[in-house]
């Protein structure tokens, strides 16, 4: 009877250490991401912009990061829910996100703003006058604290896309007047994305960026993602991040 105890009690230990997200013993980090290029993404050359200061910050501190890619939405789950990603990135800042997650230092940024059609510009000066416009977002990403807020309270239109392309070509084929997308991301795509090939030089980024957004990890709102937190915020300080995202986006 002793012996099947203890037989019972090594197999329980065995089970709940299986179920321990990997970087809790062997300094491997894993995070989710999406397909966001030039930031990140699975083709790129290692992995984006972003992927490559993560990487260079957890390095510093001896880590080895591994970043797995699905859509955004189901990014964001995993790093909250599942106990094998300690977190997901890169994110813009929000004081809803601050209340679920652990936000990192800022890791780079990116300008967000309004792409138009080359035949219909558009002059604006505050958010308010946005209003009347049938503007393009991404299902679940953050844009600014202003336009959300108008969003929320059914003040501005919107129409929700599962990724910046499809975006795009609403935009380019006039179902839109306006769609919200980071300027570096805009470029990649109207250079490599082939649904977009119709629309080259028909659309351009509106002058007036919406917000120069800065670019954060999010980790579990629990110890571990405020340890893993810690040590990534440290491996930055060691890091040339401008430098890293300057390379990677060909700035």
């Known amino acids: 009877m002793i012996r099947r105890k203890f037989t019972l009690a090594l197999g329980a230990l065995l089970a709940a250490a299986a179920l321990l997200p990997a970087q809790a013993d062997n300094k491997t980090i894993t995070l989710a991401s999406l397909e966001w290029p030039p930031y990140t993404g699975a083709k790129l050359t290692e992995q984006g912009a972003s992927v490559a200061v993560a990487k260079a910050a957890f390095k510093a501190m001896g880590y080895e990061l591994k970043v797995q890619f699905f859509p955004w939405s189901r990014a ?3 790093g909250k829910s599942d106990p094998g990603y300690a977190g997901y990135f890169p994110e813009y800042d929000s004081a809803d996100l601050r209340k679920e997650f652990t936000l990192s230092d800022p ?4 300008p967000l703003g309004l792409a138009q059609r080359v035949d219909a510009p558009f002059s604006w000066n505050s958010v ?3 209003s009347a416009k049938k503007i393009g977002v991404v299902q679940d990403y953050v844009n600014t604290t202003e336009f959300d807020a108008r969003v929320a309270s059914k003040q501005q239109k919107v129409d929700v896309a599962i990724d ?3 975006n795009l070509v609403k935009l380019g ?7 919200v997308v980071d300027g570096n991301v805009f470029n990649y795509l109207m250079k490599t994305d082939p649904e977009l090939k119709p629309f080259v030089g028909k659309l351009a980024m509106n002058p007036k960026v919406l917000e120069d957004k800065r670019l954060f990890i999010c980790f579990k709102k629990d110890a571990e993602g405020q340890r893993i ?11 040339d991040v401008n430098a890293i995202m300057a390379k990677r986006l060909g700035g």
Do not use: P, S, T
């Open 76 to 78: 964001v789950q995993l």
């Open 107 to 110: 890791m780079g940024n990116g």
């Open 128 to 130: 308010n006058d946005l």
């Open 164 to 166: 910046d392309g499809k």
């Open 173 to 179: 084929a006039g179902r839109l007047d306006l769609a």
């Open 229 to 239: 937190a810690k040590i990534f915020n440290e491996g930055l300080k060691k890091i």
